[in-house]
């Protein structure tokens, strides 16, 4: 019999249950070994008392460690007391299986080395793409290839948000609302909107991809509260679609990785990722583009990952991950030619358009009167690099009364 704890009873941890349920016939059948829930660890017990298992919840995390745990399954989130739990769990020798990425992304380095050196296990699947296999395919499917990029969708809320706003023309007030109404959106939706849930998947994903530590708060994030119903008017205008989009290049000996919101074809990829969608489209110098896709988050999806997480810990398929202690040179700017979508604003439209036409070689431009006496110019060029294009950018302001409102890069 295995025994196991699950650290937290709420969304993902209920989901774990019920897949527990769903397959212990099949387990059985495949004459393995039974799992059994020996605790769960929660805040609040009465919370829980009319779920399945409630004669196993305790609030005090002793009454865990007193058992005899061969897994413990920490879907509490945060972190802290997770960190704590986590390193004292595999301190004790016990596997341990998580789906909290603000846990891999901070400390996972040191909690990787302390399961190798006492003989267990770390997985976390669950802690980017929710339902979506793609740690395990990284690590082990494209084993044989130099991953070049990696770019993804990998935030549920803002992809909802975002397309809100690009379908039915929603505001970015508008649309987080309905996020937050149909539980897309947390109450307090900062981590998410402002992009640092994103970073941390991608932090993890590329510390996997390029086997160098990628430190996501060394990342280049930006996040949607920014974006404005006007930008979408101008996307659409370029049969584009604005979604926040985790990138990340190896350029030589460095790693370019940030999280921002970019202009994508309408009609590619991950300009057709609705909702609360995910995709992850990994390139590999052997095999090419693949693209992995589908559900974030959600109570099954991401069960569905930990529970495949729990079988391989259970069937003791004990492939080995570790994060390289080495911590990756982070190339903050895009450094290869590529294409921006700029707006300005100011009072003269005329000297905004020549001081664009004198700045960049190739150049279109719109002009949009926003009021009696403001005009906005978008304009789409193309530069070498985006060093090049602040420069231009600085040079377009210091000519007069021209401000610069934002800019977007085209994937
Ligand atoms: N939800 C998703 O779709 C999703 C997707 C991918 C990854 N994840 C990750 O999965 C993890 C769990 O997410 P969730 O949505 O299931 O969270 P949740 O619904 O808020 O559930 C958290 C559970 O942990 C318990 N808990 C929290 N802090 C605790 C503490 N200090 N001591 C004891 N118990 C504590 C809570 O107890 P009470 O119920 O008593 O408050 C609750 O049962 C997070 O790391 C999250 O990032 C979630």
């Not at 596997?95 to 901070?106: M, P, S, Y």
């Not at 999280?259 to 590999?284: C, F, H, Q, W, Y």
Request: proline share 1%; charged share 25%.
């Amino acid at each position: 019999m295995t025994s196991v704890a699950l650290l937290g009873y709420g969304v993902v941890g209920t989901g774990v249950v019920e897949l527990l349920e769903r397959n212990r016939e099949r387990l059985r059948g495949n004459n393995s070994e039974d799992i059994s829930i020996a605790k769960i660890l929660v805040r609040d017990k009465k919370k829980h008392s009319n779920k399945r298992y409630s004669n196993l919840l305790t609030d005090n995390i002793e009454d865990v460690f007193r058992e005899n745990i061969d897994i413990v399954i920490e879907v509490m989130g945060g972190l802290y007391p997770a960190y704590e739990y986590v390193k004292r769990s595999l301190s004790s020798r016990k596997h341990v299986v998580t789906a909290n990425k603000d846990l891999i992304a901070e400390h996972g380095k040191e909690l990787l080395d302390i399961a190798k050196d006492n003989g267990v296990t770390l997985h976390f699947e669950a802690s980017v793409g929710g339902g979506i296999p793609i740690l395990k395919p990284l690590k082990e499917c494209l084993v044989g290839n130099e991953i070049k990029e990696i770019k993804a969708i990998i935030n549920g809320t803002t992809n909802f948000i975002l397309s809100k706003m690009y379908g039915e023309n929603m505001s970015y007030t508008e649309a987080l609302a309905l996020a937050q109404k149909l539980g897309f959106a947390e109450a307090k939706p900062e981590s998410d909107v402002l992009g640092y849930d994103a970073g941390r998947k991608l932090s993890i994903l590329s510390t996997i991809a390029y086997n160098k530590r990628i430190d996501w708060k060394s990342m280049n994030i930006e996040g949607i509260t920014d974006i404005d119903e006007l930008d979408f008017v101008y996307a659409k205008r370029l049969n584009s679609n604005i979604k926040l989009v985790g990138l990340s290049k190896r350029y030589g000996d460095k790693i370019y990785a940030a999280v921002k919101p970019m202009l994508v074809d309408a009609n590619s990829t991950l300009g057709r990722i609705e909702n609360e969608n995910n995709a992850i489209i990994i390139e590999g110098d052997a095999v090419g583009e693949v693209v992995f896709s589908g559900k974030g988050a959600g109570m099954l999806p991401t069960a569905s990952a930990v529970f495949s997480d729990l079988m391989d810990t259970f069937q003791q398929r004990k492939e080995e991950f570790l994060f390289n202690s080495k911590i990756a040179e982070l190339e903050s700017l895009w450094d290869t030619q590529s294409e921006w979508m700029l707006r300005f604003s100011g009072e003269n439209s005329t000297q905004i358009i020549s001081s664009l036409h004198e700045s960049f070689s190739t150049c279109t431009t719109e002009i949009n009167k926003i009021s009696k006496d403001i005009v906005e110019v978008v304009s789409l060029v193309k530069v070498e690099n985006e060093r090049e294009l602040n420069k231009r950018i600085g040079y377009i302001q210091s000519c007069g009364k021209t401000s610069f409102v934002k800019k977007f890069r085209k994937l």
